[in-house]
């Protein structure tokens, strides 16, 4: 079965930031060799997130600003341990970890209008996502 492995090293200039994946995405399906399976894209990194939506200027505010009102930076019991970024931690979870997508013809084969992001809530500093491609 072949398969593929790739990480992408992603360092945003803003502690939060949105990353459009999907041409990276799509260059590693299309080097895999995979005609028909499934591509993983995981953040290995717990204060990030890798999601599925639209690419649209407002909407990447609306998403914003929605994890901001559902954990909102705040005095989180996690910073009593040394560190600040209890909200990160908790966007992380609203946003996803990781998406699995499909792959068909040997491409991704999204909607019309589905972007894959990586979204960054403590950055500045080297992370790594994770993309696997599976199938035949």
Known sequence: ???RTEYLVMQTKAPREFVNLTERVRA?????GVREGLALVSAMHITAAVYVNDNESGLLSDIAAWAD???PPADYAHHRTGESNGD???KNL???HQVVLPVTNGDLDLGPWEQVFYA??????????IVKVVGD
């Open 94 to 96: 609203l946003l996803g």
């Open 69 to 71: 009102r559902l954990a």
């Open 120 to 129: 960054e809530f403590d950055g500045q500093r080297p992370k790594r996502v």
């Open 1 to 3: 079965m072949p398969s």
């Open 88 to 90: 990160a931690h908790l």
């Open 28 to 32: 590693i399906v299309r080097a895999s």
